[in-house]
């Protein structure tokens, strides 16, 4: 079993950055995949980044690709998410997720899972 918790979420204004953490603990984190999910009001859960346990080939939807950058640190057995340029279509609950095995972009397919931060973008 695999703990999340996520950190680092707030108000902004649209342009703005923001570092999400997530710290994990449980299992040994460094063998899991992980990604970042967001959910936003009346819509569903999208998938935004996700990474190998070797932190490598980093996969990122469309929507935030080239705006936000994901990146692990198994030694603090923690992950980041950096998004830069934020907009107000941004604005979510953002959630770190874990699983065994290769890396996704199907939320159905991680099996642990953080609480959930909020991240709001003013325009």
């Known amino acids: 079993q695999v703990r999340l918790v996520e950190s680092g979420g707030g108000l902004v204004q649209a342009g703005d950055s923001l570092a999400l953490s997530c710290a994990a603990s449980g299992q040994i984190f460094g063998f899991y995949a992980v990604g970042w999910f967001r959910k936003a009001p009346g819509k569903e859960r999208e998938f935004v980044a996700a990474m190998t346990w070797s932190g490598r080939s980093p996969i990122y939807a469309d929507s935030v690709k080239g705006r936000f950058i994901i990146s692990r640190d198994n030694t603090k057995s923690a992950m980041y998410l950096r998004m830069n340029s934020l907009k107000p279509d941004d604005t979510a609950v953002y959630y770190c997720?874990?699983?065994?095995?290769?890396?996704?972009?199907?939320?159905?397919?991680?099996?642990?899972w953080g609480q959930g931060t909020q991240v709001t973008v003013s325009s």
């Open positions: 997720a874990a699983r065994a095995g290769t890396v996704v972009s199907n939320g159905a397919s991680y099996a642990h």
